[in-house]
């Protein structure tokens, strides 16, 4: 039974079989991370949104993360991680595995059971305040 204050992702129905659910937590710490929703096929899970071989590798680059055969596929290397398991066994991340977050399914419905976090939005970090970081663009290449 999911406590009552869980906060309810989205439905077996509606989570693509190809792609992820991408939404955002914040974390005991207070940084904010990004999590990928997937349908492995025999489970349902949930990973923080990047690869174990390079960390700042988003999985999801906010169009869906790319599964085949209920593997997670890194858009950078191609390395493939369990969906259910979150553990890879090939490429350049070889021996690694994915940080989960608790999720429950009750019914059709996808909760958050994580205890460790609290959940933000849905979507990505920048989806929430664009580029509107303080900074100047730079968008200064000179070529000659
Ligand atoms: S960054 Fe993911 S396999 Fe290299």
């Known amino acids: 039974m999911v406590a009552t204050d869980a906060t309810r992702l989205t439905t077996v129905d509606e989570l693509p079989e190809n792609g992820s659910f991408l939404f ?83 019914d059709d419905d996808i909760y958050l059971t994580d205890r460790t976090c609290d959940f933000l939005h849905e979507g990505g970090i920048e989806d929430e305040d664009d580029d509107d970081d303080g900074m100047p663009s730079s968008s200064s290449h000179l070529t000659f």
Not at 24 to 50: K, P
């Open 24 to 106: 955002t937590i914040r974390e005991r710490d207070g940084s904010e991370v990004e999590v990928i929703l997937v349908n492995g096929g025999d489970c349902i899970s949930a990973w923080r949104n990047f690869c174990q071989h390079e960390t700042d590798q988003r999985l999801d680059r906010g169009f869906g993360a790319v599964m085949r055969d209920g593997e997670i596929v890194c858009p950078k290397h191609g390395s493939m991680f369990d969906a259910c398991s979150g553990h890879c066994d090939n490429g350049k991340a070889k021996g690694s595995t994915l940080l989960s977050v608790d999720v429950t399914v009750e």
